[in-house]
């Protein structure tokens, strides 16, 4: 394999038509990425990255504004699925939405291996054509036998990247943070091989929670103000 590696030289890199990353959702969200939404348990992690997936199916952001409409999914692995369609039911009621083609969802606990979840990421991503894919939570999909080691988190990545980088689908991995930061809970490996970080933290009220993506793109920070009702939300006017 070494003896067929080919440099470049500068004026062919420079005219090489690579694949672009497009913004799928306002400020927190772009194609052909690995992602991880961190947060505290309780920190409606899971309901914002769901208003999100929604919110991009329909083609509108927290803001009202339209956007380009995904196709994307939903992995359950530990919530009630009966609580899950009571809060789909609220943020189509919120979003003045009936019902979705572009929106997929089903429970899913596994412990499957790299190779074997990439396996399966890519037949679902290849089969509904999507755009970008939540899996809530990570754990309930990977097999992670050493949560600890860098190594092992860093490699555990490796063939769903493959899949990234094969369909430019954006797969999104919900974790906890570690109690004393907003680090990943595990090695550091996890947020290392990682293209995005999404960070997440709610005020003492409940009723704010403050939003930090870190990773290849420019970082950006937004306050969402959370509707306890309907567990939607809009951007906070404070």
């Given amino acids: 394999m070494s003896r067929d590696f080919k440099l470049n030289t500068l004026d062919e890199f420079l005219n090489k038509e690579f694949p672009k990353s497009e ?26 990255l769901r208003d999100i997936c929604i919110s991009m199916s329909i083609g509108i952001d927290f803001n009202g504004k339209k956007i380009k409409r995904r196709n994307t999914a ?36 596994g412990s499957l291996s790299p190779q074997e979840a990439a396996q399966f990421l890519k037949h679902i991503v290849t089969k509904y054509s999507l755009e970008c894919i939540v899996i809530d ?7 992670i036998e050493d949560l600890d080691s860098y190594n092992s988190s860093y490699a555990l990545f490796e063939p ?14 919900i974790t906890h943070a570690n109690k004393s930061s907003d680090k990943a809970i595990g090695s550091i490996g996890f947020e290392a ?34 509707c306890s009702s309907t567990r939607t939300f809009t951007i906070s006017k404070k």
Wanted: net charge neutral; proline share 3%.
């Fill in 160 to 173: 769903i990247s493959e899949v990234i980088r094969e369909t430019q689908c954006s797969i999104v991995f």
């Fill in 23 to 48: 913004e799928l959702f306002t400020g927190l969200l772009h194609s052909s990425k690995l992602v991880l939404a961190v947060a505290k348990p309780k920190s409606y992690k899971s309901t914002l």
């Fill in 137 to 143: 939570p990570m754990v309930n999909l990977l097999n």
């Fill in 74 to 109: 939903y992995i359950i692995g530990e919530e009630d699925p009966a609580e899950v369609q009571s809060h789909i039911f609220q943020i189509l009621q919120n979003k003045k939405v009936e019902t979705l083609d572009n929106f997929f969802i089903e429970s899913f606990k």
């Fill in 193 to 226: 091989a990682a293209d995005s970080i999404i960070t997440i933290n709610k005020d003492k009220n409940n009723s704010i929670i403050k939003v930090k993506t870190d990773g290849r793109h420019a970082p950006t920070q937004m306050e969402l103000s959370v």
